[in-house]
């Protein structure tokens, strides 16, 4: 694992919740955002002030081993605050159930971005009601493999 520092877990109780009975089962509890089917994945980032590994569960969209990280923090006009870390530390680790990989985050942009965006909405329906919520355009990160 190319990331080092010391994990500190998140103020969200129930983000720090879902991590930890992701992380302690292999995905097999805490897979899914709490109430619904959707399975997720843990994404771990080095935080861009503190230098401390900070872990976020975020939707599960994949597609030919690259894994899309949408800052939509449900249709709020600001970004989640990974959006900073990912900018300022573009490499990061992905858990998918048991497994992690080391992965590069980039910021999606036009025909790539759309491309992506129209995954995300056929992944995940709701995403399309989120970006309705905002006048911001929800970033998106596409995490590839290093």
Do not use: C
């Amino acid at each position: 694992m190319a990331l080092n520092g010391t994990y500190v877990p998140s103020a969200t109780k129930w983000v720090r919740d879902n991590v930890e009975e992701y992380e302690a089962s292999n995905g097999e509890k805490g897979g899914n955002l709490p109430g619904t089917n959707y399975p997720v994945v843990v994404v771990t980032s080095v935080g861009r002030k503190s230098g401390h590994l900070r872990k976020n569960p975020v939707m599960r969209v994949e597609r030919d081993g690259a894994y899309l990280a949408v800052a939509s923090k449900g249709g709020a006009d600001d970004n989640p605050e990974w959006y900073a870390n990912f900018l300022a530390h573009p490499t990061v680790e992905v858990q998918d159930k048991a497994e992690k990989h080391d992965y590069s985050a980039r910021v999606l942009e036009g025909e790539e971005r759309a491309d992506w965006w129209e995954h995300a909405v056929a992944t995940w329906p709701t995403y399309a009601s989120y970006q309705e919520k905002t006048e911001r355009e929800i970033p998106l990160f596409l995490l590839e493999r290093v």
